[in-house]
């Protein structure tokens, strides 16, 4: 973990990258999927076409919402989508977003269009049981959707890693609704220019309440170790 936190530091300071969030992002997504056991990875309900679940709140950090919005640069069609779902989902408690059931703008056809590129919450957040699944998020009952311990723990592991890799970078490690924040790292073409040069594009957007302690104590492990050689 030290030797991933520190690259994800390097990929996030790097003067000569396009865009160092998304291959800082897309390093600590592609650490989630090969990290979950494929054994695991057997015990899921989940396949191509199942959104249920996708009409949740998503949260994520800045650079995943760069990452995100790298995507739909050229689609302006889903940018507009996104900034439209924004408006109305950006004040919402997690609780008022299920039981509005407003689905993903990004969906098409049921299918999530940015998949290689999606947040490390909708990564992580997987089931056993797909009726569990329906139950939740079409007939409106309180959620009880069985995860497997090893998806939970590698999900926790990579959201730490990221937010003490953006604190070790001197950045933000601010977390936001996912449309509001994906719709201000589209609000400019050098936004993420900006954002890593010091400006809060998201200023104006309601944080998610901070790590619990038991994470918060791990993160701070993570960086007191890493810090000296970087």
Request: proline residues 7%; aromatic residues 6%; glycine residues 6%.
């Amino acid at each position: 973990m030290a030797a991933h936190l520190r690259h994800l530091v390097q990929l996030l300071r790097s003067p000569t990258s396009k865009s160092p969030s998304s291959e800082a992002v897309a390093h600590i997504g592609a650490l989630h999927d090969r990290t979950v056991p494929k054994q695991t990875e057997k015990m899921l309900a989940c396949r191509k076409g199942c959104s249920h679940c996708c009409s949740q709140m998503v949260v994520v950090t800045a650079p995943e919402a760069f990452y995100v919005a790298a995507q739909l640069r050229k689609r302006p069609e889903t940018a507009g989508a996104v900034a439209a779902i924004a408006r109305e989902t950006g004040r919402l408690t997690l609780e008022e977003r299920l039981g509005r059931n407003i689905f993903c703008p990004l969906l098409s056809d049921a299918i999530c269009s940015i998949y290689a590129a999606r947040p490390l919450g909708c990564r992580g957040f997987v089931s056993t049981n797909l009726e569990a699944c329906i139950a939740a998020f079409t007939r409106g009952e309180t959620p009880n959707i069985p995860m497997p311990n090893d998806s939970i723990s590698v999900l926790y592991a990579c959201r730490m890693l990221l937010l003490a890799a953006l604190r070790l970078a001197g950045l933000k490690d601010g977390v936001y609704e996912m449309n509001s924040a994906v719709a201000a790292a589209l609000s400019a073409p050098d936004a993420e220019a900006q954002w890593l040069a010091g400006k809060d594009l998201f200023s104006g957007l309601q944080e998610t309440p901070p790590p619990p302690p038991q994470f918060e104590a791990s993160i701070r492990q993570m960086m007191a170790y890493v810090a000296p050689t970087i």
